[in-house]
């Protein structure tokens, strides 16, 4: 019987390459996205076609309003999403985003009996973001496996970032190895509602970067050339 794994998808191009890579490995896929008050909900539309196109098991999306607490571009519409390069940690980390929901998806792995969890984060394009680092994975899958029935009773949890070491041609060269379409894919911060990407936010930054240094080209519908 295939292993059970839950993959978090926010339909855009990294975690649509994790889930192609848990599906070579011949885990019955479980994807888990959120609908958690961010600007735009192109991305929700693109992970249930995603998750469609790779004949997943289940695809789950849980609602969370993390705009009531804001402190981020992509849940304050007051706050601009930047469109320039910034340094340091930038307005569009979203306060806790990855523990709220890496811990979500841990209480849904209980529940289906799957011990490994995979997630798109990656610390060479990281932007900045705390919650995308190795340390930090590494703790929270120490953490999981002491707060959780499961992990009490050995049946040991992991954390899955094979992404993590990856630039971002790397990244879209796996995918294209694994078939993934990155043309139904939205990674942009500020997508319109049909999904085009404004081009100029730092997702779709290093996304046409990463398409340029892989030699492929970029399938992206973009508003903004610049």
């Not at 999306?61 to 930038?90: M, N, R």
């Not at 894919?185 to 085009?196: F, I, K, L, P, R």
Request: aromatic fraction near 8%; hydrophobic fraction near 40%; proline fraction near 3%.
């Amino acid at each position: 019987m295939a292993k059970k794994a839950v993959i978090l998808v926010s339909g855009g191009l990294d975690s649509s390459t994790v889930l192609a890579m848990a599906r070579q490995q011949d885990f019955d896929c479980y994807t888990l996205s959120f609908d958690y008050g961010q600007r735009h909900k192109s991305e929700l539309i693109a992970a249930q076609r995603v998750s469609d196109a790779m004949a997943v098991v289940e695809h789950k999306v849980v609602k969370l309003d993390l705009a009531t607490i804001g402190g981020s571009a992509l849940t304050d519409s007051s706050i601009d999403v930047p469109e320039q390069e910034t340094s340091g940690i930038p307005v569009t980390y979203v306060p806790a985003r990855n523990t709220v929901f890496l811990s979500i998806a841990l209480g849904w792995a209980e529940v289906l009996g799957a011990n490994d969890i995979f997630v798109g984060v990656n610390a060479v394009d990281y932007s900045g973001y705390p919650d995308c680092r190795p340390d930090y994975l590494l703790a929270f899958e120490a953490m999981a496996n002491l707060a959780t029935k499961a992990g009490v009773e050995g049946n040991k949890l992991s954390i899955h970032a094979p992404l993590i070491n990856m630039t971002k041609a790397q990244i879209i060269e796996v995918g294209i190895e694994r078939g993934v379409d990155y043309s139904t894919t939205v990674s942009c911060y500020q997508a319109t509602a049909e999904g085009a990407a404004c081009g100029v936010c730092d997702s779709c930054r290093l996304r046409k970067q990463g398409f340029v240094e892989a030699g492929v080209q970029d399938p992206t519908k973009y508003t903004n050339s610049a």
